[in-house]
């Protein structure tokens, strides 16, 4: 198996260009095999309230955002101080994984990569409970194209949680289109 030491910046395997998955992605400059270490995730490490302040969820183009939890007190914002690792895009079928190593990120191959593949692995962003159906659409949505997309970059829920929050779209649906309560104004 391939070292799992870290990669010198002369010595990165991959290129950023633009990706058909979303913006800009890595691309492997040469064939990585299996179990390569390919690049440390790094950049400012802030606390989850810092990241909070910075990119509160209400507005969806803030949902671009190149964070990475590392653990319950820390993330790494890699739009500071970051390096190429922030263009690795998500897809539900990855060729790379993330590991977390004594609250260091790198990213690892976990299976052999042809040169000129893109660089992918499984986001899996945490749930709290509180996301619904349209937020795996509009916000989170995954554009991979794998055979087996799961169609969000939220982390993979049973099928019964699915069928929960498919029961709460469908109430909230209803409730949406039930008829006012309120009397209908005529216009001239």
């Given at each position: 198996m391939a070292s799992r030491s870290r990669v010198a910046k002369e010595e990165q395997?991959?290129?950023?260009?633009?990706?058909r998955i979303a913006g800009r992605g890595a691309f492997a400059t040469?064939?990585?095999?299996?179990?390569?270490?390919?690049?440390?995730y790094v950049g400012e490490r802030i606390s989850h309230g810092v990241s909070d302040e910075r990119y509160g969820d209400v507005d969806t183009d803030a949902?671009?955002?190149?964070?990475?939890?590392?653990?319950?007190?820390?993330?790494?914002?890699?739009?500071?101080?970051?390096?190429?690792?922030?263009?690795?895009?998500?897809?539900?079928?990855?060729?790379?994984?993330?590991?977390?190593e004594?609250?260091?990120?790198?990213?690892?191959?976990?299976r052999n990569i042809r040169k000129g593949d893109e660089l992918t692995y499984d986001y899996a962003?945490?749930?709290?409970?509180?996301?619904t159906l349209?937020?795996?659409?509009?916000?989170?949505?995954?554009?991979?194209?794998?055979?087996?997309?799961?169609?969000?970059?939220?982390e993979?829920?049973?099928?019964?949680?699915?069928?929960k929050l498919e029961a709460k779209a469908k109430v909230r649906h209803h409730d949406k289109h039930a008829p006012s309560r309120e009397p209908q104004r005529r216009t001239k």
């Open positions: 395997s991959f290129v950023v260009r633009r990706s040469r064939d990585i095999a299996k179990g390569d270490r390919i690049i440390e949902h671009h955002t190149f964070l990475f939890n590392v653990n319950r007190s820390v993330v790494i914002d890699a739009s500071f101080g970051g390096n190429d690792s922030r263009f690795i895009n998500h897809s539900c079928n990855p060729n790379c994984e993330s590991e977390i004594k609250g260091r990120v790198y990213i690892d191959a976990i962003y945490g749930r709290d409970g509180t996301e349209e937020d795996e659409t509009d916000i989170y949505v995954c554009r991979c194209g794998a055979k087996k997309c799961r169609g969000t970059i939220l993979p829920i049973t099928k019964a949680e699915r069928k």
